[in-house]
């Protein structure tokens, strides 16, 4: 056993995953998927461009607090979704090999709560800020988020027959946006 609890608990965690200097070089299990996504999120945190005060605005408190809102449902649901899948997590859009389906919980009204909790967050940062950047941030991660989610759901019918009722009763990621539920 090794003396630095870190070192094998993230380590063990990475290889469950799926992680490999491999996979990161030929993206096997999805990882610039992942990779796309980590570095869209971390850009929600600049500060607002061009923020309002540059056009003589006076962002509305009203349209901040419901920015405010929406950001700590976003992190409420995340948790739950997180909670939900347990064992079967990984963040790359690859299920690792005999993960259960779940389809309780957030996953009973949404296939990828996980993914509509980011874009809620990302659509409150951009309402918070007044900021177009996060709102072209908020649609990039759209974009990515809705292919991520095909390429993990090829893989998810092939591994549980019965993913396919699933989607056909469930909503992907927003129900009746094209790009982001495709029943």
């Known amino acids: 056993m090794s003396s630095n609890p870190s070192e094998g608990g993230l380590a ?31 850009a929600l945190l600049l500060p607002a461009w061009p923020a309002p005060a540059a056009f003589g605005l006076s962002w509305p408190l009203a349209l901040r607090l419901a920015g405010a809102a929406l950001v700590l449902l976003a992190l409420v649901g995340a948790a739950r979704s997180l909670l ?28 990828h709560p996980l993914y509509r909790q980011i874009l809620l967050g990302a659509a409150g940062l951009a ?13 990039a991660l759209a974009a990515l988020l809705g292919g991520k ?23 992907a990621i927003v129900p009746h946006l094209p790009w982001l539920d495709w029943r």
Not at 13 to 40: K, P
Not at 157 to 164: E, R
């Open 84 to 111: 939900r899948l347990g064992s079967s997590l990984t963040p790359l859009p690859e299920p690792m090999p005999g993960a259960a389906l779940v389809t309780e919980g957030p996953y009973a009204h949404c296939r």
């Open 149 to 171: 989610a095909r390429r993990e759901e090829r893989s998810l019918l092939a591994l549980h027959p019965s993913y396919g009722a699933y989607c056909a009763a469930t909503p």
């Open 12 to 42: 063990a965690l990475l290889r469950r995953w799926g992680f490999t200097l491999a996979g990161w070089r030929d993206n096997r299990r999805g990882e610039w998927w992942l990779a796309a996504q980590l570095l869209l999120i971390a």
């Open 127 to 139: 309402l918070l800020q007044g900021s177009l950047l996060h709102l072209a941030l908020l649609l």
